[in-house]
């Protein structure tokens, strides 16, 4: 991008990744569906790359601050990043985190690879587990608790050590939490949720320090050879959505923030999660990292009978899994067989969306009456 000064991330996710301003130029790079290209260029065929996911790449590696790989999904991009280590891993994972990546490192096990499970809240059990680790995964706010990692503290005592430090950055965006600048080594994203926007595509984007040249090349190279490439479709998608993602989430953090007060002191609701709460365990931290506290937050209702009973009264509410749509959807986690029982029965997860504040607390209310 050319730009005369430093420009905010909103202002960002407007303007990079877009075709030179030539005469005549599109403004967009233009969705290209291709399967080859002429020979003696630099890519060659569509499974080495593409100009339409060259833009989503651009546009997430600026936001972030290093440089990008799109693959087809968060999960591809998540495998990818995974076999950076070596198949014996000691792979340091939060207790609660999204559920794939520990189902896939489960798979692993029969290659070598040990899971050491901790609370990413706790930095001291964190860094006693990095012990000897060959990977730390992070993810913060988690999945579905919302429960906040310092990643200052944990990349800082990790810095030299031979462990690389990935954070999943999906809940957060680089809109409010630009990893790699606090330490990570690498970041991954489902853009299936905040980056589309839209619920209508799945992709997913590791990215790496700029001057990473060795994993970026790994990693290009396990896209190659797996070939979990993205759609055209999807990345177009991808491209759009990234263009609002600045006001999508001013709107539903807001959102988030007004309905998360209101829940916290609403008789029906044992406990809320949600870091922009001044009371929140993950306050403090979310504070100093982030630079606002996202539209996700969940809520424990105390049973699955109510919880459930809750997600079907709601009429505005979509009973939907996934997140960082311009729709508001919750879920009861424990309907997935997969969830740990750490993860109370009664709570839900809210993604919350951009829809008016009024009319999303008026349906929760009327499902509350209903209870
Ligand atoms: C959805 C999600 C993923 C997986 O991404 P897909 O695009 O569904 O493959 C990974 N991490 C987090 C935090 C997610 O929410």
Redesign the pocket.
């Known amino acids: 991008m050319i730009q005369a000064a430093p420009v905010h991330p909103q202002t960002t996710a407007v303007h990079a990744g877009r075709p030179p301003r030539d005469p005549d130029a599109p403004l967009n790079t233009p969705a290209v569906f291709a399967s080859t290209y002429v020979a003696g260029g630099d890519v060659g065929y569509g499974r080495y790359g593409n100009p339409t996911w060259s833009a989503v790449e651009s546009i997430v590696g600026e936001l972030e601050g290093g440089r990008a790989l799109a693959f087809g ?4 991009a ?1 495998s990818a990043a995974v076999e950076l280590v070596r198949p014996d891993a000691t792979v340091v994972l939060p207790r609660h985190c ?1 559920l ?2 520990r189902a896939l490192l489960e798979q692993r096990a029969s290659s070598g690879t040990k899971v050491r499970l901790v609370d990413v809240a706790d930095t001291t059990e964190v860094l006693d587990a990095a012990e000897g680790a060959d990977l730390v995964w992070l ?1 913060t706010p988690t ?1 579905p608790t919302m429960e906040v990692a310092d990643l200052v503290a944990i990349s800082s005592r990790l810095a030299g050590s031979p462990a690389t430090v990935v954070v ?1 950055n ?2 957060a965006t680089p809109l409010l939490q630009q990893p790699l600048g606090l330490g990570a080594d690498v970041v991954v994203h ?4 905040f980056f589309s926007g839209h619920s209508d595509a ?3 984007v590791v990215v790496v320090r700029a001057d990473d040249e060795d994993r970026r090349t790994r990693l290009d190279t396990l896209r190659r050879l797996r070939g979990a490439v993205p759609g055209t479709m999807e990345a177009y998608l991808v491209a759009r959505g990234l263009r609002t993602l600045g006001v999508r989430l001013e709107r539903a953090q807001a959102n988030a923030g007004a309905l998360a007060a209101w829940l916290h002191d609403h008789p029906a609701v044992d406990r809320v999660h949600y870091p922009g709460l001044p009371d929140d365990p993950g306050h403090a931290v979310a504070a100093r990292q982030m630079a606002g506290f996202g539209s996700l937050l969940s809520i424990d209702l105390g049973s699955a009978e109510r919880a459930d009973a809750l997600v079907a009264a709601a009429r505005l509410w979509v009973h939907a899994t ?2 960082g749509g311009v729709e508001s959807t919750f879920e009861r986690r424990r309907r997935w067989a997969g969830e740990l029982p750490s993860v109370p029965e009664g709570l839900i997860r809210l993604s919350v969306g951009i829809e008016h504040v009024e009319d999303l607390r008026a349906d929760l209310e009327q499902a509350f009456d209903q209870l």
């Open positions: 999904s968060g999960m591809a998540i999204y794939g990546v993810e999945n999943d999906t809940f489902s853009a299936t949720k799945v992709l997913g996934s997140l």
